[in-house]
C-alpha cells in the first residue's frame, strides 16, 4: 500500500476510531486528542505497516496503545512519594490489624528489617514494594535496569536473612 492509499483508509476509518476514542477515554475532547495523536503516530510509522496486515486492526492497535501508555504516564505524573512518608506502611490494611498486637508486632519487625537495609538496595526496594516496575525505578532513579534489578534482588536475599527464624501468622 502507498502513501496516498493509507491516507485514503486512514480518513475512511476516522469516525470507527472516534467510536473507539470514545470507549477508551470517556470523554470527548480526550478522545478528539487520542484520536489525533493516533493519526500522527500512523502517518509517521506508514513505513512499518505491512500489506498482508489487517489495516484496521493496526489502527486500532496503535490508538489502544497509545491510550494505555498515555494513561500510565499520567498516572506516574500524579504518584509523588513525599519523602516524609514511612514508604513501608503504606499499603498495610489497618483494618486486618487494628486491636491485634501479634501482627502489630510482626509488621514493626519486617519495616525495621526493611529500615536497617542500606540506602542504595531500600530505596529501589521500597518503590518496587509500592508497585513500580523495574524499568520506572530506573529511569526515576537515574540507575541501569540490571543494576535496579540486582539491587532489589539483594535487598530479598537480605530480608531473608534477616526474618529466616521470622513466623507469619
Known amino acids: 500500500m ?11 476509518l476516522q469516525n470507527h476510531m472516534m467510536n473507539f476514542a470514545i470507549k477508551l477515554t470517556a470523554n470527548r475532547d480526550d478522545a478528539l486528542d487520542l484520536l489525533q495523536d493516533t493519526m500522527l503516530k500512523v502517518l509517521d510509522n506508514q513505513e512499518k505497516f505491512v500489506d498482508n496486515v489487517n489495516f484496521t486492526g493496526w489502527v486500532m492497535t496503535i490508538m489502544r496503545n497509545l491510550f494505555i501508555n498515555n494513561y500510565h504516564k499520567i498516572v506516574r505524573i500524579q504518584t509523588r512519594i513525599d519523602q516524609d512518608t514511612d514508604l513501608y ?3 498495610i490494611v489497618n483494618d486486618n490489624i487494628s486491636g491485634s498486637p501479634d501482627k502489630i508486632y510482626q509488621i514493626q519487625e519486617i519495616t525495621k528489617a526493611i529500615t536497617e537495609l542500606n540506602d542504595e538496595v531500600k530505596i529501589p526496594f521500597s518503590l518496587f514494594l509500592n508497585g513500580y516496575k523495574y524499568n520506572e525505578i530506573a529511569e526515576k532513579l537515574n ?10 534482588f539483594f535487598a530479598r536475599k537480605q530480608l531473608q536473612e534477616k526474618l529466616k527464624d521470622f513466623q507469619y501468622t
Open 143 to 152: 540507575i541501569p535496569l540490571g543494576t535496579i534489578k540486582s539491587r532489589i
Open 2 to 12: 502507498n502513501r496516498i492509499q493509507i491516507q485514503q483508509k486512514l480518513l475512511g
Open 89 to 91: 506502611n503504606l499499603n
